[in-house]
């Protein structure tokens, strides 16, 4: 931990007033009993009883997980102390979060595609549970079902409604669609981001440094490392954008 720049801090703040607003309409949406009609939403859950829903749905799941992960941050940077890397994984989750909720619900595509790429989704979502409930080797007590009986009841949906094959899901792809700064750009932070989440060392060319003494290593040096409040700003910038982004393309789907 280090002290934060005190005109850094600020901005970063003032960048975060917005998610109070942000989550007012996340939790207006979220809280809905039934999709308007007229709405996409509505349409998409005409067109199936299992999986209609769902788009719209798992992208509120995702806008709720963006914001309470920006609320968070905001909470760290507000006691006045400024990590040297956690903060950018909060910043990272959030970001996924938004890039997801805006493939899901994506205005431009259509329908069929929409349905495919949340079945994709919790397929697997579906596939991930199944795993943990062989190692636990969980047996749900009717009328629930466990991971492996959704994914035959998810498949045979995807065949009866002649959606396209399931396949993965690359969040790099999504960042370089779906992020405030689509392209090269929305690669870059995903991979900077990404190096601080997974501790790579590479991430520490990222880091405001102080040499301390010598290191063990020939010619190497102990060097004391703080973040960089410049990149932390530009990373609370971008997912605050993003997730801006994200609300607005879930209300858009909702709007009758």
Not at 198 to 208: D, F, V
Not at 235 to 242: C, G, I, M, Q
Request: net charge negative; proline share 5%; hydrophobic share 45%.
């Amino acid at each position: 931990m280090a002290t934060q720049d005190a005109a850094i801090t600020g901005q970063m703040l003032a960048t975060l007033a917005v998610v109070d607003v942000l989550r007012e309409r996340c939790e207006a949406f979220n809280s809905l009993s039934e999709f308007a009609p007229g709405s996409r939403a509505r349409a998409d859950l005409a067109m199936s009883t299992l999986l209609g829903a769902e788009p719209a749905r798992a992208a509120m799941v995702q806008v709720a997980n963006s914001l309470d992960h920006l609320i968070t941050w905001r909470h760290v940077i507000a006691n006045g102390l400024q990590p040297s890397s956690a903060h950018m994984t909060l910043l990272r989750a959030s970001m996924e979060s938004s890039v997801v909720a805006r493939w899901l619900v994506d205005p431009t595509v259509q329908p069929e595609e929409q349905l495919a790429r949340a079945a994709s989704w919790l397929r697997e979502d579906y596939r991930q549970r199944r795993r943990v409930e062989e190692i636990l080797k969980a047996k749900p007590v009717p009328p629930a079902k466990g991971a492996a009986d959704r994914i035959a009841d998810l498949d045979a949906e995807v065949t009866a409604l002649g959606l396209r094959a399931l396949t993965g899901i690359n969040l790099t792809d999504l960042f370089r669609q779906y992020s405030n700064r689509p392209g090269d750009q929305g690669e870059t932070n995903y991979s900077i981001a990404s190096s601080f989440a997974h501790s790579r060392p590479w991430a520490s060319l990222l880091l405001a440094t102080t040499p301390v003494g010598p290191g063990v290593a020939p010619g190497g040096q102990v060097m004391k490392a703080s973040a960089d409040d410049t990149l932390a700003l530009a990373f609370t910038v971008h997912a605050v954008r993003t997730a801006t982004l994200a609300v607005e393309d879930v209300e858009r789907i909702l709007e009758s």
